[in-house]
């Protein structure tokens, strides 16, 4: 599989209004509770600090009513600091001291359950800019949750939250609390290699990356186990205990459509075998009562709905495969599917690929991007329901996070962002992007309680190459290119990179709003062969993958970094295996 940017060019409108834009989440807050009352009233509200510089910020405030439904609103909150509020979007503004009061703007006012407005302004500070504790929505506390009119006193009462869930109830984070499950073919590769005991026991994602991988066939990707085998194992680990088992659905009709690694094998039009071949056997099986006390992730259909939104139509990124996909349907289509049979099985947690920072971090990629993942959770016989969140950097390099730079800072007068490097993109790193991403598609229409995965599994940059702090050069360019832990030639490139290492080990709850550090490209496995090799996969040659490769509009152009002798996506790759351990950040 690949993942790549649109790049090519810088894409900035000075001037342009980006009211409820994404960007840094300097911080956000989630608070509040409930009141008696005779209606249903909650609510829940995210802050955001989307800019920020030395005397300024720009905030987005989200409000989501849980309560019954309102037909106009007030929402108040104190600063703590001395922030004055200049100009504000979307609602009246007004403020007393540190006392803020926000009533609604004429076309806004109606808020359904679970309705959200979106407001923003810009505002001014000193010293600290901190995010306000607490947030009444007409006069209710905004915690998240509900209190609903006149309890029955007869009523059981409301489950204490660290309860295990009932049988057919989904958990808020599938990871909190659970074992991961350690796939045995991997472990066995990554054991049999120098060094490699010291992770052979952490958890990767097993692939679906062809029907054969169902049953098993023994292929050189996925070995002699299948799905079922693969969950029986699973219960086996489990031991009784909370156990996550993560499966990559990765089969649609024309695959990998703006390159060729990982091409697969189901032509563009072939959406009923992918549904009826493909979905309904592995949802069979997932949904075996045997499975049931299992936490089954998946991660659905990486690189494919963000393809279309970056490399179709006039862009110079544009392919004809990527067109065809786009024009045909088949790829929302497949992905609705997808959500929408596994969703329905109560102990499948379902994650829509959503590219990485250095794909769609331009305000022109992430819009469309979030509302083309909405228009498929809503297709068929999908809902918003099905999706439990969403994951980013699927097997690809960006860094987790840049520590030594502020892609909103400046560097001798000049906007980082304004580097090559960066190239006008709002983010540098993988933990920004998701939480923003996040915040973005609950503003869409996804369930507020979504969360985010991150594939930590080659994302590491550790080794003697990573910088030790920021750069001490005054001329821009060479500033970043000195900070930045990503020692990648060009953020497009994503095949097979030099100098990566293994990333954040998988955890559960590493940060606000991200549900988990995963491994979903199984550390040593190849992203595509160097060279043209005969195969029976459906697999292409990508020369993103050849070492001596100038590159194309994707990655503007750049040699590919890629290490030589691979073998094809998904084979075992000894020598990439050694360069992960041995450039491992956190070290191994
Ligand atoms: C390949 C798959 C493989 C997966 C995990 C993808 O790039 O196309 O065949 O299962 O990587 O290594």
């Known amino acids: 599989m690949r993942s790549q940017p649109h790049r090519g060019r810088a894409r900035w409108w000075p001037g342009r209004a980006v009211a409820g834009a994404s960007a840094l989440a300097l911080g956000a807050a989630t608070l509040a509770v409930a009141s008696p009352a005779q209606a249903a009233e909650g609510c829940e509200v995210e802050y955001t600090v989307v800019n920020e510089w030395s005397t300024g910020f720009t905030a987005s405030v989200s409000i989501t009513n849980l309560g019954d439904a309102l037909n106009s609103w007030e929402l108040e909150w104190e600063f703590s600091g001395d922030q004055r509020i200049g100009n504000g979007w979307n609602g009246s503004f007004s403020q ?290 099905d999706v439990h969140g969403f994951i980013v950097n699927t097997a690809n390099y960006s860094a987790l996070e840049e520590p030594y730079i502020d892609v909103n800072g400046t560097v001798n007068g000049q906007q980082i962002r304004q580097s090559s490097w960066v190239d006008w993109n709002r983010y540098v790193d993988e933990l920004s992007f998701a939480q923003a991403l996040r915040t973005r598609a609950v503003s869409a229409g996804f369930n507020s309680d979504i969360g985010m995965l991150i594939d930590t599994s080659r994302n590491g940059w550790g080794g003697s190459e990573r910088p030790s702090g920021p750069s001490s050069s005054t001329n821009l360019n060479t500033f970043v290119d000195e900070s930045r832990v990503d020692r990648r030639i060009h953020v497009g490139n994503w095949c097979n990179q030099s100098g990566a290492g293994l990333g954040e080990r998988p955890q559960a709850n590493p940060e606000p709003g991200i549900d988990a550090y995963v491994w979903v490209k199984p550390p040593g496995e190849s992203d595509g062969s160097s060279e043209f090799i005969e195969n029976d996969e459906g697999k292409g040659f990508d020369r993103m993958c050849d070492p001596t490769y100038e590159g194309n509009a994707r990655n503007n152009f750049n040699m590919s970094g890629a290490l030589g002798n691979a073998p094809l996506s998904g084979h075992w790759f000894p020598a990439q295996f050694q360069e992960l351990l041995a450039n491992a950040h956190p070290p191994v």
């Open 96 to 385: 007393s001291g540190r006392a803020v009061t926000v009533t609604n703007a004429n076309y806004n006012g109606t808020l359904a359950t679970n309705g959200s407005a979106q407001i923003g302004f810009n505002g001014t500070f000193s010293g600290e800019n901190e995010v306000p504790e607490s947030f009444t929505l007409n006069g209710v506390v905004c915690d998240g949750g509900t209190n609903e009119p006149d309890p029955d006193p007869t009523d059981p009462p409301d489950p204490d939250p660290t309860d295990p869930p009932e049988p057919g109830e989904k958990v808020d984070n599938p990871f909190a609390g659970a074992d991961m499950y350690v796939n045995p073919i991997w472990s066995e590769n990554a054991a049999g290699e120098p060094g490699g005991d010291a992770i052979a026991d952490e958890s990767t994602a097993v692939w679906m990356d062809r029907r054969g991988a169902i049953e098993g066939n023994d292929s050189p990707t996925t070995g002699s186990m299948g799905l079922r085998d693969h969950l029986e194992e699973a219960v086996a680990q489990a031991d009784g205990d909370p156990m996550v088992i993560q499966v990559v659905i990765y089969n649609l009709p024309g695959r990998d459509c703006a390159a060729l690694a990982s091409n697969g094998e189901l032509g563009p039009d072939e959406i009923d075998v992918y549904k009826n071949d493909y979905i309904d056997p592995i949802a069979d099986i997932m949904s075996d009562p045997a499975f049931a006390d299992l936490r089954i992730v998946t991660t659905i259909e990486p690189d494919s709905l963000p393809n279309l939104v970056t490399n179709v139509g006039s862009r110079p990124t544009a392919t004809e495969n990527c067109n065809e996909m786009l024009a045909n349907g088949n790829y929302v289509e497949g992905v609705a599917y997808a959500l929408d049979q596994l969703g329905a099985i109560p102990n499948v947690y379902n994650y829509i690929d959503a590219g990485h920072h250095g794909w769609l971090g331009w305000d022109d990629n992430l819009g469309p991007s979030v509302e083309l993942f909405h228009d498929a959770a809503t297709t068929g016989g999908a809902s918003v329901d």
